[in-house]
């Protein structure tokens, strides 16, 4: 039989635990929050890494928050039976990868990267893609915790303890192009656009070779760099006016940018506004801006 006292600290460690994860509001959590909690049962700290198009060779910084594990999005959590970038994996190979992380079901995942907000917003909605509901962000990355925390190591990469993670998919919060193109013209649901503005009107030329010029039919453009302010999101309050249509309050919303990746960013900014109803359209216009019969609109 366990001794009262002993059960009584259990009790009371794994409740002030509780109330610390409870206290958790929205998809994001602070450099702070991080590190009052980094010990705690349960957590898993998860680097994502994909490299911004672009960037140099030199563009990570060779350190890690410390316990943190390494999601490669393109060479662990991608579909490599397809052209199209890093779009979804199968449930199983899925599965297979983040259990290699540690990841379980009743596992709070904290994900960084080591740009600010850039990929992270990408795994994130690849885990609740795949059936995971404790997913958070840390806004602002390493640069935020190093500002904030100032506690890193050497990004070595091992893996510890295998998790069980069972992935089911989410199908609400995926679209193919046959479900884009089902909902063009639908009054009830609002697709967003992450790219820059000349991608969306047409005027500038697409980083991907062989891609058609223009947007989605009835598609609206927000440039995902106006839903953040340096390597960090905007305040709810912003993001708030952002999304604040009335016209909104009802509608489903579905985003939409080059491969994926910055149309997750603007996926955050509208859940962070208060949507519920927030999807990504995977393989965005590396699928649809392909010659094809699918329809294309330009400025």
């Known amino acids: 039989m366990i001794p009262f006292k002993k ?3 259990f ?3 794994i409740s002030i635990n509780n ?3 409870n206290k958790m509001e929205g998809p994001m959590v602070s450099a702070e929050w991080l590190a009052e909690n980094i010990n705690t049962e ?3 700290i998860v680097e994502s890494k994909l490299k911004p198009i672009g960037a140099t060779d030199d563009w990570e910084s060779g350190s890690k928050i410390p316990g943190a594990v390494q999601m490669d999005i393109n060479a662990d959590f991608s579909d490599l039976t397809t052209d199209l970038p890093h779009m979804l994996p199968s449930e199983n190979e899925f599965e297979q990868a983040a259990q290699k992380l540690g990841i379980s079901n009743n596992s709070t995942v904290v994900i960084y990267d080591q740009v600010g907000v850039y990929s992270s917003p990408r795994a994130w909605w690849m885990l ?3 059936g995971h509901d404790k997913v958070y962000i840390l806004d602002g990355g390493i640069h935020a915790w190093k500002e904030e925390v100032n506690e890193t190591v050497p990004a070595k990469w091992e893996l510890g303890a295998k998790g069980n993670f069972k992935a089911k998919r989410n199908e609400s919060l995926i679209y ?3 479900k884009m193109l089902g909902i063009v013209g639908d009054d009830k649901v609002s697709i967003w656009d992450a790219r820059s503005q000349g991608r969306f009107d047409g005027t500038s030329p697409e980083p991907r070779p062989g891609l058609r ?3 989605i039919p009835g598609s609206q453009c927000l440039p995902f760099q106006e839903v953040q302010a340096g390597y960090k999101m905007k305040s709810k309050e912003e993001l708030n006016a952002i999304f604040a249509a009335p016209e909104l309050k009802d509608k489903s919303l579905v985003m939409t940018c080059g491969s994926g990746v910055t149309a997750s960013i603007i996926a955050l900014a509208a859940e962070i506004a208060g949507h519920e109803n927030v999807a990504v359209y995977d393989g ?3 699928e649809w801006g392909m010659p094809s019969e699918l329809p294309v609109e330009k400025k």
Do not use: F, K, Q, Y
């Open 7 to 9: 059960w009584l600290i």
């Open 11 to 13: 009790v009371l460690t």
């Open 19 to 21: 109330a610390c994860m």
């Open 42 to 44: 349960n957590l898993v």
């Open 128 to 130: 609740r893609a795949m």
């Open 176 to 178: 193919d192009s046959a």
């Open 213 to 215: 010029g223009g947007h």
């Open 284 to 286: 965005s216009w590396a």
